[in-house]
RNA sequence: GUGCCCAUAGCUCAGCUGGAUAGAGCAACGGACUUCUAAUCCGUAGGUCGAAGGUUCGAGUCCUUCUGGGCAUGCCA
């Protein structure tokens, strides 16, 4: 279906060329939702932008161009005001029948994307053995809000957890695996059992060289394929990955694929070889260094994919990667969810693939720290950061305390379900609300507000849609028409159909926010309809107009939760 | 040294490719619940957008310099 912008742009597209207007070659009229509802739903400052380039009075070309289209019934004729802004304000007739179209369209008026393609999202990424911290919460919540998006656009999209599961720190482990190991501890919570374990290690092997050396020998035997540390390794990573999962589970957050680090080790050296008979990697002070030369940000900065002991890096790693998505899972696109710190890296590679003439379009989609209190980065090494588990049970506890308060009657099962769909969805939103790219303090009080610009406060939105229903029983007819009178109708009915125009918009920048601040001024807006007009109380064709408004609002809003990975619930 | 990011109300943050009187939430103050869930609504108050220049009809947004923070910068990932 046809968004509302769009028809505008194309009536405005029309205007312009019957004026006489030179129009240069290139050049595209813009809508965008109008600054002040004052204004009208629309507005347009092309007139201006042209008139710049073509030296010509804004307001006259303005003028002109408002003159010579046809707007029918489409919109009122549209104002011109101040320097040259061109206002439009959808008709009532065309909002009742957009509203309605938006309606019956089973994507809620989201556009689907053609030609689809084939996505690989890489987010997440922890590392094997170590619990996971509320650092890891920001790649996290965007992949998968980016994965959701995608997938409702229409993509394929392939989503994969690239965990850090191969590297230096088996030595201690594999070490302290055959000396320390505590099974009972180990079957009770295996993750604390091996951090316990690593912990003793590394203060051993700080104080006393044999025992680091003898970490490292672990190390060079399980990288020879030494068959007992390798089983060691493999329940290592096993018994982190099912716990990885049930947190992965209670978040509602799946992959397709774990293909970590390890997946690519025997794919290491063929790259490097690769790389050295196509000359672009060359031995630089004992290692194989790749140089970029014609590119200046990037002329002193070479990546190296070989160290001087013969190791490989994460480089070559990540290049191995390229490598099988291209081949293997016929990538157009790949999407890195990593922090800013590492844009150097990504620079790096993107700039090494298209050396190897791959062709994938990649994106590092970065984003900002969580910083401590202290206001330095939350570094995964450091120990004693705020566990991501202690975050979500403390804010699903939270809200259980006051679903009892506010809803005793529920059953315990209800209670429980409804407290997490409230607790996890608030750390969500806290998160996904924000910009990608703005740093923060880690903050108990942002991670558990249940008010204000709240995941609970859109629950809540939808709540209230479904108590309405609730109330009306099962046998439900709506209308096949909308009328909208009163100012509360008009507002709601006008942001319901900007649910198409918000979803694409996130993948133009990566931005869930921009979904999150949007779905907040749903909600405000529905409240404020809410109180303004009655639902069940009205009657006749105001009553089943409203009762389609307000079903609207309950589909758009389970819909765009769920984009985030927010669930919803009927009560709370 | 070089590069990237950030600085907006008391606090936490929005502000998309330059556009109209810079917006929310929290906190504060004043109202609205025998009513479709008050986790709500309505209202009041709160700002030299870090500083100084520049481009433009128009700058929180673009350019330059400066200040103050964060990060990255050849053998960890």
């Known amino acids: 279906m046809t968004l509302l912008p769009q028809l505008l742009r194309k009536q405005l597209t ?14 595209q009229v813009a809508i965008s939702l109008a600054k002040d509802a004052r204004f009208g739903d629309y507005q347009s400052n092309s007139a201006m932008i042209l008139a710049k380039r073509l030296k010509q009075n804004p307001r006259e070309l303005a003028q002109a161009v408002v003159d010579a289209g046809e707007w029918d019934s489409l919109c ?15 008709t009532t007739e065309t909002l009742q029948n957009h509203t309605l179209k938006v309606f019956s369209d089973g994507h809620l008026g989201v556009p689907q994307a053609d030609p689809a393609q084939t996505i690989i999202i890489d987010f997440s990424a922890p590392n094997v053995a170590k619990p996971m911290h509320i650092g890891h919460i920001r790649s996290t919540f965007i992949g998968d809000c980016l994965n959701r998006v995608a997938r409702s656009l229409g993509h394929e999209v392939i ?14 482990i594999i070490y302290g695996w055959k000396k320390y190991l505590n099974k009972e501890a180990l079957a009770e919570d295996a993750i604390r059992e091996l951090v316990r374990v690593y912990r003793q290690v590394n203060a051993e092997a700080k104080a006393d060289e044999a025992v680091m050396q003898a970490c490292r020998d672990e190390l060079v035997k399980l990288q020879q394929g030494n068959a007992d540390n390798h089983a060691i390794w493999q329940e290592t990573v096993d018994l982190s990955l099912n716990q990885l999962r049930s947190i992965y589970d209670w978040l509602g957050i799946s992959f397709d694929h774990y293909l ?46 070989r160290k001087r002991d013969g190791g490989f890096n994460y480089a070559t790693s990540d290049l191995a990667t390229i490598d099988y998505r291209v081949s293997e899972l016929n990538a157009d696109k790949i999407w890195y969810v990593v922090g800013a710190p590492q844009q150097l890296h990504f620079q790096q590679i993107f700039a090494a693939t298209k050396m190897r003439g791959k062709n994938v379009d990649m994106t590092h989609v970065a984003h900002g720290s969580i910083l401590g209190s202290d206001r330095k980065i939350m570094k995964t090494r450091d120990g004693d950061n705020v566990q991501l588990l202690d975050v979500l049970q403390a804010a699903v506890e939270r809200a259980s305390a006051i679903v009892k308060e506010k809803n005793p009657t529920l059953s315990k099962d209800e209670q429980k379900d409804i407290s997490e769909a409230i607790g996890l969805g608030a750390v969500k939103y806290a998160e996904l609300s924000q910009h990608r790219m703005t740093d923060y303090i880690f903050s108990w009080d942002k991670m558990l507000s249940f008010q204000g610009n709240t995941a609970p406060y859109l629950m809540n939105a939808y709540v209230r849609t479904r108590a309405i229903f609730r109330k009306l029983g099962d046998d439900v007819t709506f209308s096949d028409a909308v009328t909208i009178e009163a100012d509360g109708e008009r507002a709601l009915a006008i942001k319901l159909t900007q649910f198409g125009e918000t979803v694409p918009d996130i993948l133009n920048d990566f931005r869930p926010n921009l979904l999150a601040n949007y779905l907040f001024e749903l909600a405000q807006t529905f409240h404020s309809f809410y109180e303004e007009c009655p639902i069940l109380k009205s009657e006749g064709g105001t009553r089943a107009s409203r009762l389609v408004l307000c079903e609207l609002t309950s589909r758009v809003l389970k819909q765009g939760l769920d984009l985030l990975g927010i669930r919803v619930t009927d009560r709370m």
């Open 76 to 90: 009122e004729k549209p104002e011109i005001a101040g320097p040259g802004f061109i206002n439009f304000k959808i």
């Open 159 to 172: 989503t994969d957890n690239h965990i850090g599961d191969w590297g230096t720190q088996f030595g201690m």
């Open 14 to 27: 029309l205007a312009l060329e019957k004026t006489d207007a030179e129009i240069p070659d290139g050049f």
């Open 260 to 305: 970590g680090e390890s997946f690519y080790n025997d794919r290491l050296g063929p790259v490097v070889d690769e790389l050295t008979e196509k000359g672009l990697a060359e031995e630089s002070d004992g290692a194989m260094c790749i140089f970029f030369r014609d590119i200046p940000a990037l002329a002193e900065k070479p990546a190296i994919v």
